[in-house]
């Protein structure tokens, strides 16, 4: 739907596929114009990866990045869970480097992918051990490079700049366990980071804190 290619009869064929017509005139239209701000959700498996190396959203997020206002601020960006690694992925033209370069957020943790991973490997999806993880690493690889938050990390300036729940704060067990979520009306198992008109969030357990305080953003 973003590129129109698989709204042709012929959209499976390499090479003639980029012959569109009516996929052209179908396809969902995206200019930052018409938009108050961008919402980059997340998911997991495999069926992700086409939203994740989509060279058209990825210059849709630079451009939102990019875009400023006379105060020179961008219209508010949420990505939450592997959305941020979609934001991680987007490269500036002018810089060359992650739009998220230079800025503080959060993501899914690898704490939190790993006993996820281990709860469907093991237990609920033991026929297809690799099912929870996007992308997984190859020979040679350490376990957990390309888990979101290692790959995230690698795209900003300092591994410091990606911002997990600290030892030692309020309700820590509550936001890290993976066992509790936030309700609209408890915000203490959720982890919400901002950096100015952008801002993350790590899992489905944040989204309700996540939500009102994107919600603040775009009034």
């Known amino acids: 739907m973003i590129s129109g ?6 959209g499976w064929i390499s090479g003639i596929n980029r012959i569109k017509f009516l996929g052209l005139m179908l396809r969902a239209q995206a200019q930052i ?17 086409a939203y994740q190396e989509s060279p058209v959203l990825q210059g849709l997020v630079v451009s939102f990045f990019e875009t400023l206002d006379a105060n020179g601020q961008h219209k508010p960006i949420g990505a939450v869970c592997h959305g941020v690694l979609l934001a991680a992925r987007s490269i500036s033209t002018r810089t060359g480097r992650s739009v998220l370069h230079g800025r503080k957020t959060t993501a899914l943790t690898w ?34 490079h390309w888990s979101v938050e290692a790959e995230v990390k690698r795209a900003l300036a300092y591994d410091i700049d990606f ?10 067990w509550r936001k890290t366990s993976g066992l509790v979520r936030d ?17 993350s969030a790590r899992w489905p357990g944040d989204v309700c804190t996540f939500a009102q305080t994107y919600l603040q953003l775009l009034q």
Do not use: I
């Open 5 to 10: 290619q698989e709204l042709v009869a012929w």
């Open 33 to 49: 114009g018409g938009f108050d701000g961008l919402l980059l959700p997340g998911d997991h498996a495999k069926g992700m990866r």
């Open 111 to 144: 704490a939190l992918e790993r006993s996820a991973w281990n709860l469907t490997r093991w237990w609920a999806r033991f026929w297809d051990p690799l099912y929870y993880r996007t992308y997984s690493e190859s020979a040679g690889d350490p376990v957990g």
């Open 163 to 172: 911002c997990d729940v600290p030892p030692g704060s309020p309700q820590h």
């Open 183 to 199: 309700r609209l009306n408890d915000p203490r198992a959720a982890w919400v980071v901002q950096d100015g008109r952008y801002m």
